[in-house]
Structure formats: structure tokens, C-alpha cells
């Protein structure tokens, strides 16, 4: 929240009741402001206290959700330049454009690649989000129809590409209870369209030929009441773009510009036609404040460098992500399986234990609590030494797991063996190669 | 109304440092607004990009990466050659990974005399990669400095336990150095003034932040380019002021996806074609945070890259 304990606090009654949850007034503004407490949970909040609280705690961007339920994706909602400084908060959705002039073989191509090319990394779900729905053939029942097959083949948001309302109308009628984002508002059809929008409350894509145009739309938008909005300059080589990119977020985060403090759509797909350079203009755009990012076509070797990109600059700079402190077991070790410790950094157990997993050899990870550190990071912080991981090796009941008592340390970590038998007495200690890649080949000799 | 994009202060400027021989130069640096953002200034050097060739010949490499230099592997000064003629290399890295005392050992002689070789060879500013091994490090570079005379190689790592150790020597045979520090915005600059202490002057030093790919860590990187960025140019932090160069390639091409086979994971497609686009945007990101100079190996990564940077800054081209 942009505002402090004490201008909140002005807001609140001040009688102190403490139904909030907090005993005081002054402490529920307190917590609002650190951001840990709702709105909502004073009821006696007067009409004019709570538009200007919620006012004053919107992000300077506006989130936008499109699609619903489990398919819901959420854009916008940044308050930064630059992911340092506090964080990005919410990844571009990825899109792929299908439209309805493409032969069956094709759209069913799309439609499978959009399914299968899901993965699995540090705990996280990693795949595209949207599909973007061009109507080219100017056929409103052809429109309807592979609306309709993307419902129900596909789990995604979807996404309504077309200038004409009557075609969009089309399409709305048959999937506006999924929050579609329409796309997109002109100068030359914004009644009609914004009439459609506001009849199914879906958000809707403004594009113009420059940011005047796109000030204007917004504006009437919000007149009319339309707030879930999405940015599409229109612009279409790579340099201009990037320049639209960032004095609309310069725009809305330095000068307050409300009429452009909305997400941003980038329509890839129109840039070029090589698939790998459409993967790095992607790359360039996930960096670079697109709130949506259209590709014209899905494949394994373009879309899971982006989507791991993606994750990675989305993630949280004061938060590493962490795996939970635990005994991990791999394949289907048993009382005489080697036992390896390690730190709590995801990167680290996502190698680690992959590492384990391709020697096909089971074992135990011991994963312990480091705040997220990496091996060394967490060593030379302190967090990773004889006398904490001797701690952990003692209470996490491995030893009633093996029969043995050797336990394999990183090897970047050798230093610590001398300490930690003197901490461990029962154990043997045994150090590990240096590098991840070479603990298949280590353990594969490895005898209990 | 007539939208301009708003102005943000800048108050320094990257300083522009000539790299090479009197005769093949090349000048980085120099920008006075962020990466690519020519509407704010015109970018007066675009970033370059360096094509690694390697003292001896890899061992594990993917097949893709060992394809285009297959001809050429086991002779440096050849492989060099070859990126400046075919691939328009605008620089060479040469690693010196023969050196290593966990692997080969080569000594120091044995690596002055390919260095010189290769030096020999290029037309253009060469670059000479140790191991990080401040021992040896210590040992090879001092000699390769020496060898090459006059050369004005760009020499690194140089990191806070061998600077000492090396900087004298290089900047005594007139070569550049690079500073490299574990992507921390206040050790890299406590290692330029460290440098700036031993005498080493301001237009022989390059930033190295250590850089990690795509899934192994890039945001670290990423960020800490972002910051050393911003306070060189918004903050005017003159010890911070230097053209930043990115060892990318070798980080992105040892990870285990830019290695998987095809048929191994299916699902993550074209093995070649993803190894390239772990390189290539691995390259684009950094240079999107602020790298001058990326060190890169595949040809076509290559390629991607020059046509991004070409697009990114076309309205001054
Ligand atoms: C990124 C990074 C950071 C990030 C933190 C990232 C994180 N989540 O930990 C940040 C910027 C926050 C950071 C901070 C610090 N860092 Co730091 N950091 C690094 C860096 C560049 C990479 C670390 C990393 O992510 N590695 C990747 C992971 C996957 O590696 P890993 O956990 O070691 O796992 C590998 C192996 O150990 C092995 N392995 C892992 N587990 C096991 C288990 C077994 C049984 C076996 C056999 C093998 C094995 O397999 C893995 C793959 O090979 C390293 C330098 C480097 N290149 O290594 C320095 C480094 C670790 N940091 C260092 C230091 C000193 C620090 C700081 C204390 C000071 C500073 N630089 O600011 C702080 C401490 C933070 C704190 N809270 O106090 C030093 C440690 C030196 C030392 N040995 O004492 C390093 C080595 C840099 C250096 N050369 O000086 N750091
Ligand atoms: S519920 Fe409202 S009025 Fe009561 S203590 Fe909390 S903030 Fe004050």
C-alpha cells in the first residue's frame, strides 16, 4: 500500500473495538499499511474511508483476471521497473493463436501441443495459459464452432480476436461464462463493443495506431464503466514496441497516469514468421512488461526455454524459492540406501534429487531448512554447518530408516566432515563429489 | 493531449573502452540510457558478441555445439579463424580450459604458446578465459601476459584473491582486464576500486558479474546487471561506470536440458533447436539487463542474437 499507517489510520472511526481482530484502531492501520490485513475486516468503515482506501491501495497497474475457475489467469497488478526492486507480481500469460480459417489438422495440431506441453519444475506447474481465437473467415457459425471445440478439448482461458461486434458477439454467446478477453476495441467499433463487454462483464483489449489513441479509449472505457482492461499499442516492429512497453509503464508507475495503468498484450505472432525468433522476441517481452505474449504456434524447444525464463525473472528476489525441510525418498530406497544431505534451495533439491533419480540408484535426500540458500550461499551465511545440519540429521529420524550410518555431504562443503563427526559420533561422514553431475557415477559405486 | 513517453534522469554514462590492437579495435560501452531504451538516448555501441574457441578439444559437449567447429576442433588458432571468416566473430574468447588443475593441467607455457598462436591468427581483440583457479590462474595468465606483449589482450577473471597477483603484470604488457565478482553489485564495485588502487587504469577494466542460463539461476545475474546498471547511470557511480561482459555460453551448454537428447524427453522438443534458444536467449537477457559483451559458441545462437539487437535498435541503424 502506497499509503501510510498514519493517513489510514485518519480513515478509521477510532472507537477502538476491536472486532477487526487487533485491539486497536491504530493497529489495524498499522497492519494494513505492512499489507497484512484486509479492508474488509473493519465493518465500520464509512463509504467515503473505504473509496479512498481502496483507491490508495490498488497497484498503479491494474490487475486483470481472464478466463475462470481453475483456468483463471491473473496479469498486471506490477508496481516496479525493475524486478529488484521489489518484485514482479504477476507473469504474462502465454497465448496461442488459432484462427478459424486453418484446416482441422492444424487446429487440432495447436490444440495438442497447447495440452501437452505442460512441465514440471522446483514445484511449479509451468504452461501456456490462454488461447487466442481469430475469427478470419468472417463466418460467425465457423467462429462458433472451433470456440467450441477449444472449450472442450482444451483447459484454458480463452482469448476473442476480432474487430467486427457482430462477430464477437458471436463468439460471446457462446463462451462469455468464461471470462474471455475480448479483443479488441477501436476507435471505429467501440460502442458496439463496449456495449458487449459491459453486457457479460468480460475484460476487454483496447488497440490503437499510438498511446493517444489509447488514452482515449481507456478513458471512455472506464466512463462507462468497463475497468478490466488490456494495452495493445498496435505497434508492430520490435523496436517500437519495447519503447510503448516501458513509457506505459513508466507512465502509470512514475507520473500516476490512470489511463494507462492497465496490462499489455503483445502480439507476437505478427512480428515474424521463424519460430525461434519469435521465442526471443517473447523473451525480450517477458522481461520487458508484456502482460499477454500471443505465439502463433506451440513446440517443445521454443516454449520451455520461454515458460523457464518466465518463472525464473517472475520469481520473488527476497524469497529464493524453497522446498520443505524433510527426509525425500527416491525410487524405493530401503534400510541399506545411501543417505545424502543437502540444502533447502529448490534449484539445488530439483538438481540433486534429479541427479539421484538418473543414477537409478534409491536413496534418501535429506533436505535441511537453509532459508532458501543455495550449498555455499548457505554455508558462508551460516545456515549449512557441522552443528545445524547435525541437528537436523538427529531429530529427522533417519536413523530409523537405515541400518548403516555413513551420510554423503556436498562436496563444497568438505571443510565441515571433521565437525561433523565430532557432532555426529555414530555417523560416518562421507564427502560427496563438488558438482551435481557427477553423483550418478559416484553412487553407482557407492556399498553401505 | 499528445503522449510522450516520460523522461527519466540519467546522470552518467557508461565509459567507452577500446578493446584490441591499434589496427582490429573495437570500442564497447559508452551508453548514457538503459539497454536498448534509444528513445530515452541513441545507443553509440551496439553489444558485440565474442565467439569462444577452446584450448583443447571439449570433451561432453552436445553434439549440436561440436558440429559447426567439427573441422577445426582440435586446432584453436584454425576454430579461431574460422569464427571471424564464416561466422563474422567480432571477437574470441579463448578458453583455457586445458589448464585446469582438475582436468589436464596443461602448464603455463604450454598455454602462452596457444594463446600466442591464436593471437597470431586473429584480427580481432582476443579474449583469454582462465578457470577461476586462483593458483594457477595466477601462473598462466602472468606468463600469457607476458608472451603476448603488446598484444592488448583482455585477460580474466581477475578476482578478489588473484587481482593482486595479475592485474600488475597485465596492465604493465598492456593488456585489458576483467573484474569478476559473485553477482553482488557492492563486491564487483569494491573490486574496481581495489583495481583502481593497484594503478590499474579506467579504460583497461571490464565487469564481469558471473552470469548463470536459464533455469540455473539468470534472475541473480539478470538483476545485478539491472543494478549495476542503474547506479553507473541514474546514480553516476563512477566506480561502476564499465562495459559489462557476460560469460553466457559455457554456463548454458554444460545444463542438463541444453544436453538431453530428442527421444529422452520428448516434450522438450528439437534438441538442437532448444539447446541454440537456451544460448541465444539466455544472451538476449543479459543483454537486456545491460551486457556489452556476450560470449557465445553456436553460430546460429549467434545469429538470433545480432538479428535482436539489429530490430531492438533499428530506428538508429
Ligand atoms: C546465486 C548466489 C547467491 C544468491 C543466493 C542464491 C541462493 N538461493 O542461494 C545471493 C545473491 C542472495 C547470494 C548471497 C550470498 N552469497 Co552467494 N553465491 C551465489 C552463486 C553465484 C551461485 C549459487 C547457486 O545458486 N548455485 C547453484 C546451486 C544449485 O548450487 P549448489 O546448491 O551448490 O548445488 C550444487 C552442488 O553443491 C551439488 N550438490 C548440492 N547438494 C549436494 C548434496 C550432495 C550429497 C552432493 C554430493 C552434491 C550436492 O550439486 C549442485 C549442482 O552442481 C555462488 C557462486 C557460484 N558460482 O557457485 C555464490 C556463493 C555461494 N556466495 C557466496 C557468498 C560469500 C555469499 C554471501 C555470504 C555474500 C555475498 N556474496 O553477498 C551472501 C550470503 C547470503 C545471506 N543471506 O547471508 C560465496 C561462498 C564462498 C564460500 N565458499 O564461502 C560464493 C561461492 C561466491 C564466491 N565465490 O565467493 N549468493
Ligand atoms: S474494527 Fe474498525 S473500528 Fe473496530 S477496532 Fe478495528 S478498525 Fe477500529
Request: aromatic share 6%; proline share 5%.
Amino acid at each position: 500500500m502506497a499509503i501510510t499507517g498514519i493517513e489510514i489510520f485518519k480513515l478509521l472511526p477510532k472507537t477502538n473495538c476491536g472486532e477487526c481482530g487487533v485491539p486497536t484502531c491504530l493497529a489495524f492501520a498499522m497492519s494494513l499499511a505492512a499489507g497484512k490485513a484486509e479492508l474488509a475486516k473493519c465493518p465500520y468503515l464509512s463509504e467515503e474511508a473505504r473509496n479512498k482506501l481502496e483507491e490508495a491501495s490498488t497497484p498503479p497497474i491494474r490487475m486483470v483476471t481472464i478466463g475462470k475457475g481453475e483456468n483463471a489467469k491473473k496479469i498486471g497488478g506490477e508496481t516496479v521497473m525493475f524486478r529488484h526492486e521489489k518484485r514482479f507480481e504477476n507473469a504474462p500469460a502465454i497465448a496461442l493463436l488459432i484462427s478459424d480459417d486453418m484446416t482441422e489438422t492444424a487446429i487440432d495440431g495447436r490444440i495438442e501441443r497447447f495440452s501437452n506441453l505442460v512441465y514440471e519444475r522446483v514445484g511449479q506447474t509451468l504452461r501456456g495459459e490462454i488461447i487466442a481465437l481469430k475469427c478470419q473467415s468472417g463466418d460467425a457459425s465457423k467462429y462458433k464452432a472451433l470456440i467450441n471445440k477449444v472449450m472442450q478439448k482444451c483447459k484454458a482461458s480463452i482469448m476473442l480476436i476480432s474487430e467486427n461486434p457482430d462477430m464477437l458477439a458471436a463468439g460471446l454467446s457462446v463462451c462469455s461464462d468464461m471470462r474471455p478477453l475480448i479483443h479488441a476495441v477501436t476507435k471505429e467499433n467501440c460502442e458496439k463493443i463496449i456495449a458487449l463487454a459491459k453486457e457479460c462483464s468480460c475484460p476487454v483489449a483496447v488497440k490503437g495506431e499510438s498511446i493517444d489513441d489509447i488514452i482515449e479509449l481507456t478513458t471512455r472505457l472506464e466512463q462507462s464503466g468497463v475497468k478490466d482492461i488490456v494495452i495493445d499499442t498496435g505497434a508492430s516492429s520490435i523496436q517500437k514496441v519495447l519503447q510503448d512497453q516501458v513509457a506505459i509503464r513508466r507512465a502509470a508507475l512514475n507520473q500516476k497516469m490512470r489511463s494507462l495503468g492497465y496490462p499489455t498484450i503483445v502480439l507476437v505472432n505478427e512480428m515474424t514468421d521463424d519460430p525461434l525468433k519469435e521465442a526471443m522476441i517473447a523473451a525480450t517481452f517477458v522481461a520487458k512488461y508484456a502482460g499477454i505474449i500471443v505465439l502463433s504456434d506451440f513446440s517443445g524447444e521454443t516454449l520451455f526455454p520461454l515458460l523457464v525464463l518466465r518463472m525464473n525473472l517472475f520469481s520473488d528476489p527476497q524469497r529464493p524459492l524453497a522446498t520443505d525441510e524433510d527426509i525425500y525418498e527416491i525410487g524405493c530406497p530401503d534400510e541399506s540406501s545411501p543417505v545424502l544431505v543437502t540444502c533447502n534451495f529448490s534449484l539445488t533439491y530439483f538438481i540433486v534429487s534429479g541427479e539421484i533419480e538418473s543414477s537409478r540408484v534409491s536413496g534418501y535426500l535429506l533436505i535441511k531448512d537453509t532459508e532458501g540458500l543455495s550449498v555455499m550461499t548457505a554455508w558462508a551465511a551460516g545456515k549449512f554447518g557441522a552443528d545445524t545440519i547435525a541437528s537436523f540429521v538427529k531429530k529427522c529420524g533417519i536413523a530409523d530408516k537405515v541400518k548403516h550410518r555413513k551420510l554423503i555431504i556436498p562436496g563444497y562443503i568438505a571443510i565441515e566432515s571433521g565437525a561433523l563427526e565430532d557432532e555426529l559420533p555414530d555417523w560416518e561422514i562421507v564427502v560427496g563429489p563438488r558438482e551435481g553431475a557427477h553423483i550418478p557415477a559416484y553412487l553407482k559405486t557407492w556399498k553401505a | 493531449m499528445f503522449f510522450k513517453t516520460p523522461e527519466i534522469q540519467y546522470n552518467g554514462s557508461i565509459r567507452e573502452i577500446t578493446l584490441g590492437s591499434v589496427e582490429n579495435s573495437i570500442t564497447v560501452g559508452g551508453e548514457s540510457a538503459f539497454p536498448f531504451h534509444t528513445f530515452d538516448a541513441p545507443m553509440p555501441h551496439l553489444p558485440v558478441i565474442a565467439m569462444e574457441v577452446y584450448d583443447v578439444k571439449p570433451e561432453d559437449w552436445a553434439e549440436a555445439a561440436i558440429e559447426p567447429f567439427k573441422d577445426v576442433i582440435n586446432d584453436p588458432a584454425k576454430w579461431a579463424k574460422k569464427c571471424i571468416d564464416e561466422y563474422k566473430a567480432e571477437m574470441i574468447c579463448l578458453q583455457l580450459s586445458g589448464t585446469d588443475p582438475n582436468g589436464l593441467d596443461r602448464s603455463a607455457d604450454e598455454a602462452a604458446e596457444t594463446v600466442k598462436k591464436v593471437a597470431d591468427a586473429v584480427n580481432v581483440p582476443l579474449i583469454i578465459w582462465g578457470t577461476a583457479n586462483h593458483e594457477k590462474d595466477t601462473a598462466v595468465l602472468n606468463r600469457v601476459c607476458q608472451v603476448c606483449k603488446g598484444k592488448n589482450l583482455i585477460v580474466g577473471p581477475l578476482e578478489e584473491g588473484d587481482y593482486k597477483n595479475i592485474a600488475p603484470t597485465a596492465i604493465e604488457c598492456g593488456h585489458s582486464i576483467i573484474a569478476s565478482s559473485p553477482i553482488d553489485i557492492n563486491l564487483a564495485k569494491q573490486l574496481n576500486i581495489l583495481l583502481g588502487n593497484l594503478g590499474v587504469p579506467d579504460d583497461k577494466i571490464l565487469i564481469d558479474p558471473t552470469v548463470s542460463s536459464i533455469g540455473y539461476g539468470i534472475e541473480y545475474a539478470y538483476s545485478v546487471i539491472e543494478r549495476i546498471r542503474i547506479a553507473a547511470l541514474t546514480q553516476n557511480d563512477k566506480k561502476l561506470q564499465f562495459p559489462i561482459i557476460c560469460n553466457i555460453a559455457a554456463e548454458t551448454w554444460k545444463t542438463k536440458e541444453a544436453k538431453t537428447p530428442t527421444a529422452e524427453n520428448p516434450a522438450l522438443g528439437d534438441a538442437k533447436k532448444r539447446a541454440i534458444l537456451l544460448e541465444a536467449m539466455s544472451a538476449m537477457t543479459l543483454a537486456t539487463a545491460g551486457a556489452d559483451i556476450l560470449i557465445m559458441r553456436h553460430p546460429e545462437a549467434i545469429k538470433l542474437v545480432r538479428e535482436m539487437i539489429a530490430d531492438l535498435a533499428s530506428n538508429q541503424l
